[in-house]
């Protein structure tokens, strides 16, 4: 089990620096529009997430 989510931390871990980046902008910065710029690195770490989960439960079939 925890091989399994060993899997996820690069995803875990880039979303979490898109996702302080965002905070950065918002609260300090004071610019909300660049989040808008976070959301296609958003959808790219999310489907890469599901290709790793759907990987996963491939080889668990096997």
Known sequence: MANRWSAFLPVLAILIV?????????????EPFRILSAIP???VVV????????????????
């Open 47 to 62: 489907l890469w997430g599901v290709a790793r989960a759907a990987l996963e439960r491939k080889e668990n079939v096997r």
């Open 18 to 30: 898109v996702f302080s980046m965002s905070a950065v902008d918002v609260l300090i910065i004071h």
């Open 41 to 43: 690195i958003m959808f």
